[in-house]
């Protein structure tokens, strides 16, 4: 069974498009996260929920508005797709306070056309 | 702030070299430090980790030793095979009594030729 996982694996859209990726986690943890990693591989922090509750929201545009419906899905909504949000996105999971490390999903790699 | 700074790649090396990664942190609280694998393609694992002072964290050959004398956490490996050949991250976790940030270094390319 797959830790994370997250859908989908590739989107290609056109700008001005609304899309929305998918992520679920069965190990149980409470925290829930959503990286964006640029083209030179640069992972930065978009936003950090703790069972539902959204804890950290980085300077990300409001076009990006995460939901979590419960503490094993965390899925995230792009408005108004731009090109500069190309990128592959990765959904993460970890325990609370994040000793252990966090696991993450195999990545969506978008593409805004 | 919280950050991780890493050696920049790429890093190139004949198999069977030694492998060193050079990773320092900043951090206002203690703590946590891993390092993480990206292979061609694929997500980020978890390829080791260590808690404390001293601890030293060890997978699949790596090794790194949490140094909190040198805020450092360097990776290192005895003898590298192609399969190795990844992007590294190292990263740091400062849990703030009610939130948790997973923070990552730029990354280093490591390339092993045959």
């Known amino acids: 069974d797959t830790a994370v996982s997250q859908t989908p694996k590739y989107l290609v859209t056109q700008m001005g498009n609304d899309k929305s990726i998918k992520c679920e986690q069965n190990?149980?943890?409470?925290?829930m996260y959503w990286y964006k990693q640029d083209s030179k591989k640069f992972l930065k922090i978009m936003f950090s929920?703790?069972?539902?509750?959204?804890?950290i929201n980085e300077t990300v545009p409001n076009r990006f508005s995460p939901k979590s419906p419960d503490k094993a899905h965390l899925n995230l909504h792009i408005n108004s797709l731009e090109l500069g949000d190309s990128a592959v996105y990765f959904c993460?999971?970890?325990?609370?306070?994040?000793?252990?490390?966090?696991?993450f999903g195999q990545g969506t790699r978008l593409t805004v056309v | 702030g919280d950050s991780v700074t890493q050696m920049e790649g790429p890093v190139t090396l004949s198999e069977e070299a030694f492998l060193t990664i050079n990773c320092t942190y900043t951090?206002?609280?203690?703590?946590?430090l891993f390092w993480y694998v990206q292979y061609p393609g694929e997500g980020l694992q978890l390829l080791l980790k260590?808690?404390?002072?001293?601890d030293k964290g060890s997978n699949k050959g790596f090794e790194a030793t949490y140094r909190k004398e040198t805020t450092s956490f360097h990776l290192e490996k005895g003898s590298v095979q192609v399969s190795d050949s990844a992007v590294y991250f190292c990263?740091?976790?400062?849990?703030?009594?009610?939130?948790?940030?997973?923070?990552f270094g730029t990354g280093t390319l490591l390339a092993v030729q045959p």
């Open positions: 993460a999971s970890s325990q609370k306070t994040g000793i252990v490390g966090a696991f």
């Open positions: 190990l149980g943890h409470d925290t």
């Open positions: 929920y703790n069972n539902k509750e959204l804890i």
């Open positions: 951090a206002t609280g203690y703590p946590s």
């Open positions: 260590a808690t404390k002072a001293d």
């Open positions: 990263a740091l976790s400062v849990w703030g009594g009610a939130t948790n940030k997973l923070i």
